[in-house]
């Protein structure tokens, strides 16, 4: 009974403290001095560290979504579904996830690594007591990077997955790229599109804000900065798959009806 | 000579620990004052405590005449831009070269822009601290005595009316530190500081302190010259000269 009350304590500790950091974040969001280089900096970091496996990932889903439902929709003489059906579930829900999985991974450890090592070796205090101000400085941009560059890594892994379905539906048989692309395409409608593409935008914000969060709130002592990346890692893929389930809840209720 | 800082009454604890008492300190302008504490009797948390960056939990204190204890963070921020604090860990970014550590202060405080002047001032209080030709080194590349210096000239590169240093030369060779106390005494000398030196290096205190106090167990104990209490009877006060 007491522990159950302390771990309670405990929670909400942890959820006023992530109130406040967004509280802090939101205010330091609009004040002038915005730090484009930084955020350039950062947007680059973010985008050509995970381009490459992002592209990887992407085009192999595609490749082998295609051949596992290949034999399948064959039996049925419908294998000229297989490119509608891949990038319809490539689209709406394979992309967004596994991209935003991907970059929980690099990013978010890598920015709650970062932030925690700065943390642990008095650089976040350094900045403050210098009058600086470390929230505009390394987390808005940090975020605000996140925010922009994970929907356009997913576009990347959508393209690319397509271009996977299209080698794979060629490995077994073969589909011209004309009709291969018009049936891609073809398939997807713009309600397909939109509910995924704002899904990103919040995949991104949990993947900053968590990332940020952990390395801020790290403690002193270099085992933390570990236990930060780990962390954050951890945090930032339940927060895209709880996300994703409440977003999959509201686009079929809200969209598709 | 007018008050610079004022603590009055300060306690602090963490958890069920208190590590803050009762802590009375008053720094007069141009002053040097040293505070001697064995390890972990919260002289790094009294430092923080002025900086604004730990809440007492009562108690005032008092920088430039205003309570700091009242401040929100852009009332803060203006007082921390007269304020220089030397960590014990240097704290360089170390992902910036020297010369981009030097420039981050100038840039994000004091929102100079002109790179003409940012370089003239690097390249001054990088001879001023005696690590001329570093700019384009990497912190990871300093040593210890080096970082040192290094954290000093980024601190006081914004020319701060106050500087408080946390350990200045704790971990330093003995050459080193005295080196590193010198160092002190002319800053307050060239940029006519007023400051808290923060020690338990007796050597680092004899050269630089005007004044002396002396923190054991949360609580203030002491307070003079290096002579004076040098010569005190006090058996415990003078445990810290041995
Ligand atoms: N932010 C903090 N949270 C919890 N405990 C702290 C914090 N800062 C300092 N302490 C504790 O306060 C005590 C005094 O620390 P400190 O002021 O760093 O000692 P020192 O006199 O060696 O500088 C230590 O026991 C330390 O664990
Ligand atoms: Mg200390």
């Known amino acids: ?257 | 000579m007018e008050n610079i800082i004022e603590l009055a009454g300060i306690k602090k604890s963490f958890g069920t620990l208190e590590e803050l008492k009762e802590i009375n300190l008053v720094v007069k302008k141009g002053e040097n004052v040293v505070v001697i504490g064995k390890s972990g009797q919260g002289k790094s948390v009294t430092i923080k405590c002025i900086a604004g960056m730990i809440v007492p939990d009562a108690g005032s204190i008092k920088v430039f005449n205003n309570e700091v204890t009242d401040m929100d963070e852009d009332a803060l921020r203006a007082l921390r831009i007269r304020m220089g604090f030397l960590f014990q860990s240097g704290a360089l970014y170390d992902s910036m070269t020297v010369r981009e550590n030097l420039a981050f202060p100038l840039r994000r405080v004091l929102k100079i822009k002109d790179e003409e002047e940012i370089e003239a001032r690097s390249v001054e209080v990088l001879d001023a601290v005696g690590l001329s030709g570093a700019l384009d080194k990497m912190p990871a590349e300093l040593s210890g005595g080096m970082r040192k210096r290094m954290g000093l000239a980024r601190t006081i590169i914004v020319k701060p009316e106050i500087m408080l240093y946390d350990e200045p030369t704790t971990g330093l060779d003995t050459i080193t530190s005295r080196e590193i106390s010198a160092l002190i005494c002319s800053i307050k000398e060239k940029y006519k500081t007023t400051s808290v030196i923060i020690t338990h290096d007796m050597a680092c205190a004899k050269i630089t302190a005007d004044r002396m106090v002396i923190i054991n167990d949360g609580i203030c104990i002491a307070n003079g010259t290096y002579g004076e209490l040098e010569h005190s009877t006090d058996k415990l006060i003078g445990s810290f000269f041995k």
């Not at chain 1, 680059?44 to 595609?62: K, N, P, Q, S």
């Not at chain 1, 700065?118 to 390394?138: R, T």
């Open chain 1, 1 to 257: 009974m007491a522990a159950d009350s302390s771990a309670i304590k405990k929670l909400l500790e942890k959820i006023g403290e992530q109130g406040l950091f967004f509280k802090a974040f939101v205010r330091n969001l609009f004040k002038p001095g915005f730090e484009w280089s930084e955020f350039l900096r950062q947007c680059y970091f973010i985008g050509y560290g995970t381009v490459g496996i992002v592209m990887l990932t992407g085009f192999i889903l595609g490749f082998v979504l295609t051949l596992q439902s290949l034999p399948t929709l064959q039996q049925f003489g419908a294998q000229t579904f297989v490119p509608a059906m891949v990038s319809v579930s490539v689209v709406r829900e394979i992309g967004p996830v596994i991209t935003a999985l991907i970059c929980a991974g690099k990013i978010a450890s890598g920015i709650g690594a970062e932030l925690g090592s700065m943390k642990v070796s008095e650089q976040i205090d350094a900045m403050q007591v210098s009058g600086a101000n470390p929230v505009q400085y390394l987390v808005v941009t940090r975020i605000l990077a996140c925010l922009l560059m994970i929907p356009l890594l997913t576009m990347v892994a959508d393209g690319m997955a397509f271009l996977g379905g299209f080698t794979g539906i060629n490995v077994k048989g073969g589909m011209s790229s004309i009709l291969y692309f018009r049936k891609t395409f073809g398939g997807l409608s713009f309600t397909d599109l939109y509910p995924a593409i704002i899904k990103t935008f919040f995949f991104g914000f949990i993947i900053g804000f968590v990332g940020c969060y952990k390395g801020f709130n790290s403690n002193k002592g270099t085992e933390s900065v570990g236990l930060a990346a780990n962390s954050a890692v951890v945090a930032a893929s339940i927060g895209i798959i709880i996300v994703d389930a409440v977003a999959v809840q509201l686009t079929s209720s809200l969209v598709y009806n």
